[in-house]
């Protein structure tokens, strides 16, 4: 047994935080595919619902986010680092809260069709949350390491793939602005939901960081 291995054996079985943070990584999950689902279905008369569920979402992330850092306080020793798990709650909670800025600026910016870009980069999200649902539940005994880390490179894959996505997409926008501030609302949609993807690659980076520091 290596000394990493012995040292994680000797640490605390408490699974809360474990459990915390699968509930954060399921929310996340839910809301992505929410947002994929309703942003497919290009109604603008759906939009306001798509609002609501997705404040749901998000206020459940917030909850489990500030449930994290009550354990943290209660809690001297934790079966992972204490700052891994803070950077992943936070990290977790932020692909919800741009996920639920999206739909809010959907709302308050009237759009009434929504750019190819945009689903394919939604459908990226649903992808990239759902490795992250196997990395997160890695992190209990992490004895799939391999497994781990081709799946964070699959993360990483995705990412790059919505980057060019949104770089394409801006390119289509300024090519012939006939309406510059519609232009000017789709840029900032844009990069909100660009920004969702580097958040979920920024969890599976910590989870990769967390992995060598313990196997």
């Known amino acids: 047994m290596s000394f990493n291995s012995m040292l994680r054996w000797m640490k605390p079985r ?19 595919i929410l947002f994929d689902r309703e942003l497919r279905a290009g109604d603008p008369e759906r939009f306001p619902e ?4 997705m ?3 998000e206020r459940r992330g917030d909850e489990i986010t500030h449930e994290i850092v009550e354990k943290l ?8 680092d204490r700052e891994d ?18 739909t809010e600026r959907l709302m308050l910016y009237r759009i009434t069709g929504v750019l190819p870009a945009m689903t394919e980069i939604a459908s990226i999200a649903v992808e990239g949350c759902s490795e992250l649902q196997h990395l997160i539940r890695g992190l209990r005994d992490m004895r799939e390491v391999e497994s781990m880390r081709l799946r964070i490179k699959r993360v990483h894959t995705l990412e790059n793939k919505g980057d060019s996505l949104f770089h394409s997409a801006l390119a289509e926008i300024f090519r012939d602005p006939q309406d510059p501030i519609l232009l000017i609302k789709w840029k900032e949609i844009l990069e909100i939901v660009e920004d969702a993807t580097d958040r979920i690659e920024l969890v599976a980076k910590v989870v990769g960081s967390t992995v060598m520091k313990n196997a």
């Open 14 to 32: 408490e699974t809360v935080f474990f459990d915390l943070l699968e509930g954060a990584t399921d929310n996340a999950f839910q809301a992505a």
């Open 50 to 53: 798509l609002r609501r569920q």
């Open 55 to 57: 404040k749901e979402h």
């Open 73 to 80: 306080n209660q809690y001297f020793v934790t079966p992972i």
């Open 85 to 102: 798990i803070l950077s992943l709650a936070h990290a977790l909670d932020d692909v919800v809260d741009r996920l639920d800025a999206v």
